[in-house]
């Protein structure tokens, strides 16, 4: 993962240089060498939003003008001169344009196609990275500033919002919001595409479509995150989870030349990407946000021409005859030479029976910014004694009045790093309770008091808080294989060495050979990060794995 985000530019160069490089004389005819010159005429509209035939210009003579398009108005976003160029990550992902370009004046550009481009950027080093980083860049920028085609109509009280801000957030698609709990003249709007309390949250999807209260899988549809799949071809590698693990593996497969799907059944980046900030992972001594870290992994792997379907996970893996074929949640199948499963572990949900009331409405299974806006200033209770409970505390501690940690055991020491441990005790605005256990949630709309029992004493206390945080233990999410694999007694993966002789019987394990470091009961499946039994529950041992599996399918492929 040497090359996992584009070089830090210098410290010259200022942000419009990063946002829109202008290539010199020398490097534009590498990419004239994969595109066609044209002429466009002034006025002439060469891309507009919704545009899925994604196309990038470099400015031979002219200009181009990028725009956002809005009903209350146009926004003009950049006016390109020669030697600038457009695009952003969209052109990585296939995904529709969120911006029109357009002719100023008559000008003359380079036109290139999205698979001319992925194979540029993957074997012209210098060209590459300069593209690479402006494509990152620009759709931040875009982000930063709402520059997109979406507006989310929500409220912080309803968990649906929650729900479609982190979808959006986590899939790097800008969007405004407009927030019902704080906004005095949407009266209009609501009544334009006739809106009711049930509906919310509402999603106007490129200016035009109205989607009430969506799924991940709708929006997913309506925003054109997925390109299509066809169902006959058998692919080299399946990989199924985008977390660290199935990023890693999506990178290594695909820069050594396999036929890699990627199939993930929310958003890229996994418990990891919901992490406020990474500190103990190699290469990155001030520390990374999760976000930015699986992001960047993200992009990297499309580069090198993984194909990555979001929103929709699998339903099923067929594994009594190869090559192997893993149902999607849609009901569409994939068949697959090999399969590499990192579909990892969610937080253990608290045994409380109004828990699913208060989800997203108070109760929160991550800490990233927009969970930490939605606490300043107030009482905060987080649950779970691992790194990524320690990692939440010290981020919202930033925001939050103060910060409750409560965990069942006696203390830190076994389940969590050191460095967060120090941070912790020398953070007055965090209080650490031992020996307690969540008992009981209260409030209307939202959550509005928390009872916990000291497991010492027996004694049960209560305290006004509005924001719950539950990052303890971790469940495998393997009940979609159905007795396909051998699993431990948790649930997770059994692989290579821990597979019993027995395990392998029951498989019928048809090979001379023992199973491989990482391979399950059937050969060519193979499990990586936190769905496997015995795995060390850290980004970096996740990466490794991704990576090993990668080296391991090629002999499997070459059996």
Known sequence: MADLAPAPPSASESGTDQLFPTLTEVQIPHVAARGRRRHASSGEVLAKPGDSDTRLFVVVAGRLEIARLSPAGNAIVAILTPGQFTGEANMLSGRPSVVRIRAVEASEVIEVDRDELQDFVRTDNEVGEIFMRAFILRRAELIARGFGDTVLVGSDYCSGTLRVKEFLTRNSHPYAYINLDRATDVQGLLDRFHIGPEDIPVLICRGQQVLRNPSNQVIAGCLGFNPAIDETKVRDLV?????????????????????????????????????????????????????????????????????????????????????????????????????????????????????????????????????????????????????????????????????????????????????????????????????????????????????????????????????????????????????????????????????????????????????????????????????????????????????????????????
Request: proline residues 4%; glycine residues 12%; aromatic residues 6%.
């Open 239 to 559: 990989i199924i989870g985008a977390g660290p693990a199935g990023l890693a593996a999506a990178v290594y497969g695909a820069s050594e030349g396999l036929d890699v799907l990627v199939l993930e059944s929310n958003s890229p980046g996994g418990q990891a990407g919901s992490s406020s900030k990474i500190e103990n992972y190699l290469g990155f001594p001030a520390g990374i946000s999760g976000q930015s870290l699986t992001g960047a992994a993200y992009a990297q792997a499309q580069k090198f021409g993984a194909q990555i379907i979001v929103a929709s996970g699998a339903k099923q893996l067929t594994c009594a005859r190869k090559p192997y074929a893993i149902e999607m949640d849609d009901g569409r199948r994939v068949p697959a030479h090999s399969i590499i499963i990192a579909t990892g572990a969610e937080y253990r949900k608290l045994a409380i029976d109004n828990l699913p009331r208060f989800e997203g409405a108070g109760v929160y299974y991550a800490a990233t910014f927009m969970e930490s806006q939605l606490c300043r200033d107030e009482e905060v209770f987080v649950v779970g004694g691992g790194n990524s409970a320690g990692q939440a505390a010290v981020f919202l501690a930033q925001n939050a009045k103060h910060v409750t940690i409560l965990v069942r055991s006696e203390g830190l020491a076994e389940t969590m790093s050191r460095y967060l441990i120090l941070r912790i005790e020398g953070n007055p605005a965090i209080t650490l309770q031992t020996c307690a256990e969540v008992v009981a949630l209260e409030g209307d709309r939202h959550l509005e008091k928390v009872s916990w029992r000291d497991n010492r004493s027996g004694a049960i206390s209560t305290r006004p808080v509005r924001h719950l945080f539950v990052m303890a233990g971790a469940v495998p999410n393997t009940r979609w294989l159905n007795g396909c694999l051998a699993l431990d007694s948790k649930g997770f993966i059994k692989t290579g060495a821990d597979l019993s002789t027995e395990d392998l019987a029951s498989a019928q394990w048809p090979l001379a050979r023992a199973p491989h470091l990482l391979e399950t009961t059937r050969p060519g499946v193979f499990a990586v990060g936190d769905v496997r039994g015995g795995n060390f529950k850290r980004v970096a041992p996740a990466v490794g794995e991704g990576s090993i599996a990668v080296a391991l399918v090629h002999g499997v492929l070459r059996e």
